[in-house]
């Protein structure tokens, strides 16, 4: 098994042009992170190759099979936002799995125009032929979502502090 460990004051993958894939899983994981750093401009087209036909994707909202599903979705998504950036924390490689412990950083489009949403989260990947078939995103839907609808964010807020103390 591989691991990877990055400090907090790693700078994220700088959008770059993704190297052909290699015999081994490091190989994919980097090249899967670099795409991921690409993809605020909405360019779907480094991930492709990473993924197989045969994808299914899931994430605490929904679940996505097939390859064009998937980058359709993609390419929906990041269209939203004037920029989305990935701060890759740790890589764990065990030869068929992979797991990716990220957070995300985007600047939204809209009526909070500008603003940044920072979210932890985990990626957990199984590979077939030196191609991505199961991807799992783990994250805080109400951290991502929920707590940045006007209203309902500041009730959550309150919420999570009552709790708190």
């Not at 492709?48 to 929906?76: C, M, T, W």
Request: hydrophobic share 35%; net charge neutral.
């Amino acid at each position: 098994m591989k691991v990877s460990q990055h400090t907090e004051q790693d700078t994220a993958f700088a959008p770059q042009a993704s190297p052909p894939v290699g015999d081994g899983n490091t190989d994919l994981a980097d090249a899967l992170k670099r795409a991921y750093c690409s993809l605020a401009t909405g360019n779907t087209a480094e991930l492709a190759p990473l993924y197989s036909e045969d994808v299914y994707f899931e994430d605490p909202s929904h679940g996505i099979q097939g390859k064009a599903a998937l980058l359709e979705r993609f390419q929906h998504l990041y269209s939203k936002v004037d920029s989305c950036n990935f701060k890759f924390h740790q890589t764990l490689d065990t030869g068929g799995e992979i797991f990716l412990a990220w957070t995300m950083i985007l600047r939204q489009r809209g009526p909070k125009s500008g603003e940044v949403i920072r979210v932890e989260g985990a990626s957990f990947l199984k590979v077939r032929n030196n191609r991505i078939y199961y991807h799992r995103d783990y994250f805080d839907l109400g951290a991502f979502v929920y707590e940045n609808v006007p209203m309902l964010g500041s009730i959550i807020k309150r919420i999570k502090q009552r709790l708190a103390s």
